[in-house]
């Protein structure tokens, strides 16, 4: 979709923005995250991971970056602290010396469990129907989808 360049002459205003309202959104969801998560003792990125990994079990760290739209330099500290953690297990690849399997430990599967209940505390956190939250993350994938064409 194409969309005309509107020139506006005015210093822009903060609570005019879209992306201050995304940015304080985002902390907003993280702060939620932070205080869910806290009895599990984990972080929210590695709460992803193990999302990642409950899907399917033994990646390459290149396909867990792909999902979380994160790069091998960002996530390996993260991946180190997680199987100090023994959330994880990391073992090079027999045919590929380069790449790095990621595995779920029996600890980090048996979180799942623990994590069954968050979208249920986040849905009601956020005060909206399923629907409505269905809708709004359709609405964000589009949103990132055209900001990762255009950036």
């Known amino acids: 979709m194409e969309t005309k360049s509107h020139k506006i002459n005015q210093v822009p205003q903060l609570d005019g923005q879209l992306c201050f309202a995304l940015y304080s959104t985002s902390l907003a969801m993280s702060k939620l995250y932070r205080k869910l998560l806290r009895k599990m003792g984990i972080t929210y990125s590695q709460y992803l991971v193990l999302m990642v990994l409950w899907q399917r079990d033994e990646l ?10 994160l790069d091998s330099a960002t996530l390996t500290p993260l991946l180190k602290r997680m199987e100090a953690l ?11 010396e380069r790449q790095v399997i990621i595995s779920l430990t029996k600890t980090g599967n048996a979180m799942r469990k623990q994590a069954a209940e968050l979208p249920n505390s986040v849905l009601c956190a956020i ?25």
């Open 127 to 151: 005060e909206c129907m399923p629907e409505q939250a269905i809708d709004l993350k359709m609405r964000l994938e589009a949103l990132r989808a055209s900001l990762m064409k255009n950036a």
């Open 86 to 96: 023994e959330l994880i297990t990391r073992e090079r690849a027999a045919n590929d």
């Open 60 to 69: 390459t760290v290149s396909d867990i970056g792909a999902h979380l739209y």
